[in-house]
């Protein structure tokens, strides 16, 4: 493989490590730490949890992008006849690509979804679920949600990444090739460089989508109030048996993103450790 390419495999396997220890980390130290030395988030919208792993993967791939725009765009060292027009999805994995945009308009389409249901606090945080007691005076029951002033943010991460993703395949796509000889080398790298990023980015969204799959589930969850020692009321929630069903699929989407970073990961190392000789700066 020649040596651009497997620099930015590097890179890309470095992305993948990446966005897995800082989810590690910020799980660590929000869920634990803080409690352990009596700083425990009361009250706060840790709003900041769910789009996480989509901007930790978007600034990792924007920093591949700025390689591939600058050291790794190199002048042809001979003149080469003009090639089909190259787009961002040339060298994308057709199914990987479908996956990602699935993956990211459900994420999308689920927080819009979330914060169309939520209300809202004397703050104007948006950050509850109203679940009423029909045929009672009870006031309705508000449990946090994932409402808007979780999926504002989720949602503006939603864009950059796939902006990111987007602008990284294309310029990978487009530039230019060495030699007429390195062309069939050079495409086969170009491929496994895009595969990894639609990979990255998919994952990414896969662990927000969990997270927020989970938030929604505790409301599904609810399903009576009691009062004093009188018999508990019934709560109805349209949706309460599509959140509690989210809450089972949020860890195989987990499972599914934590996989494909660890694929990205080991497919990166082992790409850079077996490389095709192919001198760039030399001529045949």
Request: hydrophobic share 55%; with cysteine; glycine share 8%.
């Amino acid at each position: 493989m020649p040596l651009t390419y497997s620099r930015e495999l590097k890179m890309l396997g470095a992305v993948a490590v990446a966005v897995v220890v800082i989810f590690a980390i910020e799980n660590i130290v929000r869920g634990y730490l803080l409690c352990l030395v009596g700083m425990c988030l009361v009250d706060v919208v840790d709003w900041w949890r769910y789009p996480l792993p989509l901007l930790a993967a978007a600034l990792g791939l924007g920093v591949v992008l700025v390689s591939i725009m600058t050291t790794g765009t190199r002048t042809p060292e001979e003149p080469m006849l003009p090639t089909s027009r190259r787009t961002w999805a040339t060298f994308g994995p057709r199914r990987g690509l479908v996956v990602a945009g699935v993956t990211l308009v459900g994420l999308a389409a689920t927080t819009v979804a979330a914060g169309l249901a939520s209300s809202s606090d004397e703050n104007g945080r948006f950050i509850y679920l109203e679940l009423v007691a029909p045929n009672t005076t009870l006031e309705p029951v508000r449990p946090w949600f994932y409402g808007w002033s979780y999926g504002v943010p989720v949602l503006v991460s939603v864009a950059l990444l796939g902006l990111v993703t987007l602008g990284l395949l294309s310029r990978n796509a487009a530039r230019p090739y060495l030699r007429a000889d390195t062309v069939a080398s050079e495409q086969g790298a170009r491929t496994t460089v895009a595969a990894a990023a639609v990979h990255v980015a998919t994952a990414a969204a896969l662990l927000a989508l969990a997270g927020a799959l989970r938030f929604i589930a505790r409301a599904g969850n609810l399903s009576s109030v009691a009062v004093g020692n009188s018999e508990p009321y019934e709560i109805v929630w349209r949706y309460a048996a599509l959140a509690s069903a989210a809450g089972w699929v949020a860890p195989l989407l987990e499972v599914a993103g934590f996989t494909l970073l660890l694929f990205v990961g080991v497919r990166s190392a082992r790409a850079v450790a077996r490389p095709e000789r192919v001198a760039e700066a030399a001529s045949p």
